[in-house]
């Protein structure tokens, strides 16, 4: 038997694993993107359906139910209806089938969410649904229409409607106004992915797409229909799931938590209340013109919670423990736009610049469109931007066993490998969000000539800053370093350009591999093929990423109508301000608790797995029991995010956006100036750097969230941690869910030492607050003869009746002169006048003060 | 490859196909054959067939012998190595506990050794008595530039390590059959780890018994000083309180017997100890059969705090066993 050669690493580790995907014959820009679908969340009304039942049951072990069963499920409404605590009453709609395929099961719960008050919906009754929508992730097939009749523009209005650049869905005959037959293929000339290779929300292009509204609470029912058999998945990705919207302000059960994950023939019901982040703490009476959203009609109505805090660009994904990165890249994605008062997806009414004093004139009034009075996709457009591979028969390909970061080396938009959009000559808004796996972006945008094209950043991590920032600035040419879940918002105004005329956006980035990006291109290179923008099927596959290049078209069209938009450039810094930045006052942020987190290899070492080491103690891989770290509900907090690896880290915190304080120390630059974040890069990159100080609050909701790598291969070995928001005072630790086929049971969870605390030290000898028992000398040995929990410093109580008198200063005063360790208070082997000044200190008061609980 | 051997080849793979597939028929009850999937490429054709020698001298190899169609346990070590690997194969040595009986039957565990010069079977032998490690977990050695290949292939090599004895502490746990591999750290909670081994990776064939149940059963649980979760991560896998341990000696009043000052550095720094033939080190290394005290990389804040904990919790025990009564 001939022992296999190691393989020289390749140049570029583009596919990671793999040969260069073939193309099939698809060359750039031939195909036109889609536009996302939209789920299209309908009204929500309470009821029992009679005739409605569970999910259709799988055929057998390795499969799904059919398309058309699925699309006939999809249009019957929930059944059985939402509780409050997990429904456990109803057994597993596969309960059968899983039988046969596993083992007969005691018991199967038909909700996948831990049963029980602590996954029971929070405030249910107060943020009642509004809207619902169901969804099944299922396996790869061909789209069956069934949203059509959902879609908010219902082809019908603006450039969706029959004379709209948008109407016809994918660009050849046959599908004006409908997604019906549209298959799953990266490229009309590539093939189909099997049902095994690509799982996704209703397993059908366009890719998904929520529209959600301040102020309208939304039921999200999500079943799982992946195959029984955790084999059947085409080498990677997992038939577990977990769903997490980055960033809502959620509570906790409905996070997606990594371990709370459900399984095929189950749903589990998201609860998300759609509030503003400060909903009980500022403007509780509602009376803020700016904290509103928008009913059909076009009228406001007044929300609580701080304006300031709004959001705009989203995305939900799968969170599976250990399985993120495969099932995420497997196609666990959708995007979610956030609608406000503010950010209403309309251009035309109570436009903010029109009359800026006036109090009724919030609509900042982005490009979008007008049919409608809220949420027009027109000239809004969402872009996901990812790198794919798949194997020589097409199928996508990830490699499971490369712990360090996978890249593909294809680039795809909306799912579609290099596709063109075209665009009217005006103004419009792209979100632009990274879903690769390890890839960072740094895009450029260009005419055809090659020449950069100026353009404002509004949003940072889906969120409207204070000010635009125009690019090129004095700060950066191109748009930021964008890591793994950043999402960056532009204007671009194509009005310059004439109808015929192209426009590209260019990533920059090279990587070498998924550990961290090599370095940024320079545009003039890549823009004259001089670097691998040439043919495609290149013979020198592995001599450049092919993945730095040209990978989206603009086509301009002409426009007759009036752009109503409002202009950026009367919006950059000392102009007029979009949504200014929540302050933290001085006192908040001195009295913040301080926690670190530093990113590396194990306690900062290059020879362990991808750990979290939590205010300096050990590093730790993920163990979802494990719980980092407590704030409590309703303060704020500064978190220090370091580095400590050569390699790069998107650091992202859930629930609360985060301001910048400091980057590398110094003040960050003018994108994150103005803007509150979710994901935090450190890394190599010039503008990212190895350390971050973010101040964050915690506020409305309890319960568990977590804080990972967003490199998502770093994230499943495993760089990510637990952390959750406590009552002040709180006792009871929250128990670890451990779900299984048979419904979900409890482990025993356990805490870092400084969890409750962070690592203030109040007297600096070394032990934290929460440990200390004697917080205010220095005793870093923490001797404490009695074992009454106060250190021995803080301790003359030697008859422990609690105060110390007399008693105490006969044993003191008998003890004189001796060595005696019970005795002696300053810890240095005799008892004479050091301690005797410590013993006043304490005459008629108690012991203390013990660590800080 | 000449025709002919390709065509043994075929025969060959055909018929232990169908073997695997009678076979599988036969233990899921008639169920479909589970696990073979679609485009999986994790198998034969990406694992390398590379032997190995057992710490009882047994050729076995890699793929065919080790892993093909199996769940297994695989970490990497080396027997002389004087920080975590000790508490590593404890710690692992406490799963293994779990599992019981189901190790080396349908669950497998896998020590490899990255020091196979001095590694041999031998040695292996005598570091898994050592250990007291209960049959159907192997300890396997073989060609340097083979093992580095499996760790390559296992995702678990770091290239430009400067310090050779520097190795990614980390187990890789999988289900070969179903693809589904998972790197996890061997100072996981055991019972966690057991979990994972035996019924998760089987696809819960094999119902778990550990969990605390329903919500209403769920325990409340107490704040961990920092000394006890270390003690609970690192100590409890060889000592005990109040009795000996598995593998080392009973700690229960070990603050009052040792010099604090003694106790304090060997918490630190055994290694250095007994590398300095500290009389103390030396008996203890030799009445417990040569197993030495693990380096664990503890801080000074660490060492105090463990300290602390062991004296507590000792007069825990003693107050329990007096107020027991006589």
């Known amino acids: 038997m001939s022992v296999a050669q190691t393989p020289e690493p390749p140049k570029f580790d583009s596919p990671t694993g793999a040969s260069p995907s073939p193309l099939f014959g698809a060359t750039p820009f031939t195909q036109q993107m889609f536009r996302f679908e939209e789920f299209g969340a309908q009204p929500y009304e309470p009821s029992e ?36 605590m997990a429904n456990e009453d109803l057994p597993n709609a596969w309960h059968t089938r899983i039988e046969q395929c596993v083992r007969p099961l005691a018991t199967s719960a038909i909700e996948g969410r831990p049963g029980g008050e602590n996954f029971a919906h929070q405030r249910y009754e107060e943020f009642f649904p509004s809207m619902y929508f169901k969804t099944i992730t299922a396996g790869a097939r061909i789209n069956g229409g069934v949203r059509d009749e959902y879609q908010r523009h219902g082809y019908a209005k603006g450039e969706f409607g029959p004379n709209g650049l948008y109407y016809n869905t994918i660009g050849t005959e046959g599908f004006d106004g409908t997604t019906a037959k549209i298959p799953v293929k990266f490229h009309p000339l590539m093939p189909e992915q099997d049902p095994l290779a690509f799982w996704t929300f209703d397993g059908t292009f366009p890719p998904k797409l929520l529209m959600a509204r301040y102020g309208h609470p939304i039921l ?24 997490h919207e980055h960033n809502g302000h959620n509570p906790a059960e409905s996070d997606g938590y990594t371990q709370s994950f459900f399984f095929p023939g189950q749903y589990f019901d998201y609860h998300w209340p759609m509030i503003l982040a400060g909903h009980d703490h500022i403007n509780i009476d509602a009376s803020d013109p700016r904290a509103a959203t928008i009913d059909d009609n076009g009228n406001v109505r007044r929300i609580r919670g701080d304006w300031r805090e709004t959001m705009s660009t989203h995305w939900f994904h799968d969170h599976m423990l250990d399985f993120t990165a495969p099932n995420v890249y497997k196609g666990q994605v959708a995007m979610m736009n956030y609608y406000s008062a503010v950010d209403r997806g309309n251009e035309a009414i109570d436009c903010h610049y029109a009359d800026p004093e006036n109090p009724n004139n919030m609509n900042l009034c982005f490009p979008s469109g007008s049919a409608s009075a809220w949420g027009n996709r027109d000239y809004d457009v969402n872009l996901m931007v990812s790198d794919k591979a798949w194997d020589q028969d097409g199928q996508l390909f990830f490699n499971i066993f490369n712990l360090d970061g996978f890249l593909g080396d294809r680039m795809t938009v909306n799912y579609q490998y290099k596709p063109y959009l075209e665009v009217r000559a005006r103004r419009y808004r792209f979100r632009i969000l990274n879903a690769s796996v390890s890839r960072y972006f740094k895009i450029a945008l260009i005419d055809q000539n090659g020449n950069r094209v100026p353009h404002h950043m509004i949003a940072n991590d889906g969120n409207v800053m204070e000010h635009a920032v125009p690019f090129p600035n004095a700060e950066s040419a191109d748009l930021p370093t964008q890591a793994i879940a950043e999402r960056y918002d532009i204007i671009v105004d194509f009005s310059q350009f004439q109808p015929g005329d192209k426009l590209y956006m260019v990533n920059l980035l090279e990587h070498r591999d998924g550990r961290r990006p090599k370095e940024a291109i320079p545009l003039p290179e890549v823009v004259l093929n001089q670097y691998c923008d040439g043919p495609p099927d290149f013979a020198a596959a592995d001599a450049c990423d092919t993945v ?6 603009f086509r301009v069209v002409a426009y007759t109508g009036v752009d109503t938009s409002m202009n950026p450039a009367d919006y950059v810094e000392g102009k007029k301000k979009m949504i200014p930045l929540p302050s933290f006052t001085a006192e908040e942020l001195a009295n913040a608790k301080h926690r670190s987190f530093t990113f590396g290899r194990s306690s900062g070492t290059d020879t362990s797995p991808w750990t979290i080491k939590t205010d300096g103690g050990q590093g730790f891989g993920m163990d979802p029991a494990r719980l980092s770290a407590a704030p409590d509900e309703g303060t704020a907090e500064i978190w220090h995010i370091k580095n400590a690896s050569g390699s790069a880290h998107p650091v992202h915190i859930h629930f609360e956006e985060g301001q910048i304080l400091k980057r590398n120390g110094k003040p960050p630059p003018i994108w994150e100036k103005w803007a509150r974040k979710d994901v935090y890069r450190i890394g190599p990159m010039p503008d990212s750097g190895d350390s971050v100080e973010v101040a964050l609050r915690f506020r409305e909701f309890l319960g568990t969230y977590m804080e990972h790598c967003h490199n998502t291969t770093h994230e499943d070995h495993a760089m990510l941690l637990r952390w959750d928001i406590e009552k002040p005072g709180q006792l009871k630790i929250m128990p670890t869910p451990m779900p299984t086929w048979e419904g979900v049971g409890y482990l025993d969870t356990y805490t870092l030492p400084t969890y409750k605390t962070g690592d203030v030290d109040e007297d600096d000898d070394g032990v934290t607050d929460d440990l200390d028992n004697c917080r205010e000398y220095i005793n870093p040995n ?56 410590v013993f006043a200190h304490y005459f008629y008061r108690p012991p203390g003060p013990g660590a800080k609980q | 490859m000449t025709g002919f051997n390709v065509m043994r080849e075929g025969w060959r793979t055909a018929a232990a196909g169908l073997f695997v597939a009678v076979a599988a028929a036969i233990t899921l009850g008639g169920s479909p054959a589970e696990g073979v999937s679609k485009g999986s490429r994790w198998r034969a054709e990406y694992f390398p067939n590379v032997p190995l020698v057992t710490q009882d001298g047994e050729v076995v190899h890699f793929y065919d012998d080790l892993i093909k169609d199996k769940v297994v346990a695989i970490n990497f070590m080396f027997t002389s190595c004087n920080d975590v690997c000790p508490a590593e194969t404890a710690r692992l040595k406490q799963v293994q506990r779990e599992l019981g009986d189901r190790v080396g039957q349908d669950v497998f565990m896998y020590s490899i050794s990255i020091d196979p010069e001095n590694d041999t079977p031998e040695v292996l032998k005598r570091y898994s008595e050592k250990f007291k490690v209960g049959p159907g977990w192997l300890f396997l050695t073989g060609k340097a530039e083979d093992i580095a290949l499996l760790q390559r292939k296992l995702g678990l090599f770091i290239a430009d390590l400067p310090d050779p004895d520097d190795h990614n502490v980390n187990l890789i746990v999988g289900n070969e059959a179903t693809g589904r591999w998972m790197k996890r750290s061997p100072f996981d909670d055991p019972k966690v780890l057991a979990e994972v081994i035996g019924s998760w990776l089987h696809n819960w064939k094999v119902p778990n018994k550990s969990l605390a149940g329903k919500y209403e059963k769920a325990p409340s649980f107490p704040r961990l000083s920092r000394g006890e979760y270390l003690f609970r991560t690192r100590c409890v896998s060889c000592h005990a309180l109040g009795s000996d341990g598995p593998l080392g000696p009973d700690l229960l009043g070990v603050t009052e017997e040792r010099d604090p000052v003694w106790l304090a550095r060997w918490l630190k720094e055994p290694d250095q100890m007994l590398a300095e033939k500290d009389s103390i080190a030396l008996e203890l290394f030799a009445r417990y059969d040569e197993l030495p005290m693990p380096n664990l990389s503890l801080n000074d804040v660490d060492v105090a705090a ?21």
């Open chain 1, 49 to 84: 359906c009679t005739t409605c039942g569970p999910m259709p049951a799988a055929p057998d072990c390795q499969s799904g139910p059919s398309g058309d069963a699925l699309d006939h499920y999809l249009d019957e409404p929930m059944s059985p209806p939402p509780t409050v």
């Open chain 1, 220 to 243: 999200f029912r999500h079943y799982n229909a992946l195959p029984i058999d955790p084999g059947a998945n085409y080498g990677f990705g997992l038939h577990t799931i977990t769903t």
């Open chain 1, 548 to 553: 730095v290049g040209r990978f989206l078209e």
């Open chain 1, 782 to 837: 923490q001797r404490d003869t009695d074992g009454d929990g106060y250190g021995n410093w803080c301790d003359p109580d030697y008859d422990n009746n609690g105060i110390v008198n007399f008693g105490d200063f006969n044993r003191f005063v008998r003890a004189w002169g001796s060595a005696n360790p019970d005795i002696d208070l300053n810890d240095d082997g005799i008892i004479n006048f050091g301690d005797f000044v």
């Open chain 2, 306 to 326: 463990l300290i602390d904990y062991l004296a507590s919790a000792s007069r825990d025990v003693d107050s329990e066993n007096t107020s027991a009564g006589p």
